[in-house]
């Protein structure tokens, strides 16, 4: 990557500017106090999530509703584990988990390094998949409009095309009149974060909080991974050339 490049930073929110893990943690114990003490809460995070992404087009092409979607997602993530999870339990769990969004927040590492981003003058915007009310909602609670203007942030939702389709990174290009090679995308989802931003021509920035493993059978290869915020800053300001110490406080 050309490191004297301006480049246009782009994030996705869910599990990449938050932790998404919290809330559904959170969620799980309110819904199920002990019961199934034995199960590995992250591992059913982490496959609830695939199994979304999964089903994602479905919905946004009315093959599935949403609600039927949430008790997909966390039904599947426990059969994977030997469990048959009720209905509904299920959107007993997805009700108490939207209820847990409600607290969701920015860590003190993130917050310094949009900061500092923005102060040196680096453009910066989010593309997210999902519908436009429920994504605005975690960006106010998340007071992202602190470090990113409105019209830099784009929903699927509002837009009607969504990751990994190339079609949204740009109808982006479009928008901030950018070409695909002076834009980065950063997000946590391998095959529609990564696949999406490459297919586009982007630069792609892999955030590899659970440390998952790259597919076998792909050619896409992000231009970076990172497993850690701080990880993630310490790259962006070496690309930015930006010097500061970012210690978590």
Not at 166 to 186: M, T
């Amino acid at each position: 990557m050309n490191s004297n490049k301006s480049y246009s930073i782009f994030f996705d929110i869910d599990d990449t500017l938050y932790d998404q893990y919290a809330p559904f943690r959170q969620a799980f114990k309110v819904t199920f106090n002990d019961n199934f003490d034995d199960l590995n809460v992250e591992e059913l995070f982490i496959f609830s999530r695939a199994q979304s992404d999964k089903v994602f087009d479905m919905v946004q092409r009315g093959e599935m509703d949403r609600e039927s979607m949430y008790a997909y997602r966390i039904g599947k993530a426990f059969e994977e584990k030997g469990v048959n999870l009720p209905k509904s339990d299920c959107l007993l769990f997805q009700k108490n988990y939207e209820q847990c969004q409600k607290n969701i927040k920015l860590s003190q590492q993130i917050k310094n390094l949009l900061t500092f981003l923005s102060q040196h003058g680096v453009e910066m915007g989010i593309i997210s998949n999902g519908p436009e009310q429920h994504q605005w909602f975690k960006i106010k609670t998340l007071g992202l409009e602190k470090w990113f203007s409105k019209k830099n942030i784009f929903i699927s939702g509002s837009i009607g095309c969504s990751k990994p389709s190339s079609e949204i990174f740009q109808y982006v290009e479009k928008k901030i009149n950018r070409s695909s090679d002076a834009c980065i995308y950063i997000g946590d989802a391998f095959p529609i974060d990564v696949v999406g931003a490459k297919n586009a021509k982007w630069k792609s920035i892999w955030f590899n909080r659970r440390h998952h493993i790259m597919p076998e059978k792909t050619n896409v290869k992000p231009d970076f991974v990172v497993q850690s915020e701080l990880e993630l800053s310490q790259l962006l300001l070496t690309i930015y050339h930006i010097t500061f110490s970012f210690n978590e406080k």
